[in-house]
């Protein structure tokens, strides 16, 4: 099973920038999809960001054009740009690995939009 270590979380300043990483122990390119999914507290987790072993990105109303995801196949890992912040994006990022037979979490990192 692939382990999943997510990092760049931090504070920030409202209209501020973030990138995270998501380096994975085996190879990315054997998932279906690499996805970016946020929790805050009292509220559900919720997907903030996805890539297809094709390339195909998407990103839902709440962080569309703000948000961006790539990925690095040969460093098997998987970036999310954050530009734009509100506190409203307050929450712990984590990053998730899909497949039909494979269904992997990273731990999280915290990201706080705060002045």
């Known amino acids: 099973q692939v382990q999943l270590v997510e990092s760049g979380g931090g504070l920030v300043q409202p209209g501020g920038s973030l990138r995270l990483s998501c380096a994975a122990s085996?190879?990315?390119?054997?998932?279906?999809?690499m996805e970016w999914y946020r929790q805050a507290p009292g509220k559900e987790r919720e997907l903030v960001a996805s890539?297809?072993?094709?390339?195909?990105?998407y990103q839902p109303d709440p962080v569309k054009g703000r948000f961006t995801i790539s990925r690095d196949n040969a460093k098997n890992t998987v970036y999310l740009q954050m530009n734009s912040l509100k506190p409203e994006d307050t929450a712990v990022y984590y990053c998730?690995?899909?497949?039909?037979?494979?269904?992997?979490w990273g731990r999280g990192t915290q990201v706080t939009v705060s002045s």
């Open positions: 998730h690995a899909y497949s039909p037979l494979q269904n992997s």
């Open positions: 890539i297809t072993r094709g390339g195909s990105t």
């Open positions: 085996g190879s990315i390119f054997l998932f279906n999809t």
